[in-house]
């Protein structure tokens, strides 16, 4: 299979592979219907792509999907996403009491109110908890259902994380060699968002990180498992060439995350410091990498990491050494959390699941070296999702 085939994507293949992949858990846990007010959730389910807006404006554009176990999903979207397969409708408002009536409505399209059953639901709102418009249901979170149904991506969502992946990395490629001494970080997330634009993407699903990082533990500031502290905030430094400075973007393609991490330095050469720093890092990587096949658990892999490092813990402990990735940009699986090792000792991995690799190395009073790599997990190893540019300035 060439590249350009893992880039294709058949969204009309994929959506219907997905809906199936969710009827089939449905059917598993005899979950009669599903109501999702979760965009992500939405996304996966319908195909519809909500915009990429702060929670405000989300909940004030609350889309809502109902499906049951045959016929079409029912859409209530004010500006749905084109060529979809699913059912639309005028959008229902589930934090008003007076839109309960429509709600319930709404849920009788999917399945009579007499074959009441098993209903899964991602969240409730308020005025649905005062209305009792769920008391004849037996719910369950729907997290149980969308949960497995995403794990195993398809070849269709596996092409959606690698081109979404290749236009952050081709973006932020060139916000690199704009991170100059004097220039602020809002010039930079600017640079950033204007390029995403121009390579055909509007969806920026979080905040550009452009984080300078302290020499010292002790400089602050440091999380409640006192670590440093990342990310915090977007304020707007104005950088210069002493920074050690770590960046994390992402964005979407058909509802599909990326994410971008490396570590710049401003303006300059990395000292033979910070090298070394980069060099321990690419040493965890490779450790990390060597140990990911399907049927490998989540905790062989954070050992290999662990031992990689003589020891020490090669990522921050209030994240993780790799996240999942899809419709969004952390999910599982998880290596590393505060799950615990028994939670990582039963989770095997499988081909066609997503790793998101980020491990960190730190030296006080040097700093630390933070990257991410994405990978796929084959039938025999891992394969690459992205075009993984290197790690300038520093070795390639």
């Known amino acids: 299979m060439s590249v350009e085939d893992h880039l294709t994507c058949n969204v009309g293949r994929m959506r219907r592979e997905r809906l199936a992949r969710l009827r089939h858990h449905m059917a598993a846990q005899d979950v009669a219907v599903v ?41 209530f979207a004010d500006r749905p996403s084109p060529d979809l397969a699913a059912e639309i409708h005028p959008p229902v408002f589930p934090e008003l009491d007076e ?7 709404a849920i009788g399209m999917a399945i009579e109110p007499s074959n009441a059953g098993r209903l899964a639901i991602d969240e409730m709102t308020g005025a649905m908890l005062r209305s009792g418009l769920l008391d004849g249901f037996d719910l369950v979170d729907a997290g149980r259902i969308l949960g497995p149904a995403r794990l195993v991506k398809t070849v269709d969502e596996l092409a959606c994380i690698d081109r979404a992946q290749r236009i952050n990395e081709v973006a932020m ?16 997330a600017g640079l950033f968002i204007s390029r995403v634009r121009q390579l055909g993407v509007d969806d920026v699903l979080i905040d550009p990180i452009f984080q300078p990082m302290p020499r010292n533990l002790s400089d602050g500031p440091r999380t409640s498992t006192d670590h440093v502290a990342f990310p915090t905030g977007v304020e707007d430094p104005l950088f ?14 058909e509802g599909y995350a990326s994410d971008y991490g490396r570590t710049w330095v401003v303006g300059r050469d990395p000292s033979s410091a910070e090298q070394d720093l980069f060099r321990r890092w690419s040493t965890v990587m490779e450790a990390s990498l060597a140990a990911i096949v399907p049927g490998a658990t989540l905790a062989e892999v954070g050992r ?26 952390a999910e599982m699986p998880m290596v590393g959390t505060d799950l615990g090792e028994g939670f990582d000792e039963q989770f095997v991995l499988e081909a066609g699941m ?3 690799l980020e491990p960190v190395v730190w030296e006080d ?9 994405v990978v796929a997990i084959t039938d025999t190893g891992w394969r690459p999702l992205g075009g993984w540019p290197g790690y300038l300035p520093f070795e390639s």
Request: with cysteine; net charge negative.
């Open 35 to 75: 109501l999702l007010l979760h965009d992500p959730h939405i996304a996966y389910a319908s195909g519809h792509v909500g915009p990429a807006v702060d929670t405000t404006h989300a909940v004030h554009q609350r889309s809502v999907a109902i499906i049951g176990q045959e016929g079409p999903v029912h859409l």
């Open 99 to 105: 839109s309960m009536a429509d709600l319930a409505e």
């Open 173 to 188: 490629e060139e916000v690199r060699t704009a991170c100059l001494p004097g220039v602020r970080r809002s010039e930079l």
């Open 240 to 253: 210069n060439e002493k920074y050690l400075v770590w960046v994390d973007t992402g964005i979407g393609v």
């Open 304 to 329: 290999a990491a662990t031992g990689a490092e003589r020891g020490a813990i090669p990522w921050l402990p209030h994240f993780y050494l790799a996240h999942g990735l899809g419709v969004e940009s």
């Open 354 to 356: 997503v790793l998101v």
């Open 365 to 373: 009073g040097v700093g630390g070296y933070r990257a991410e790599e």
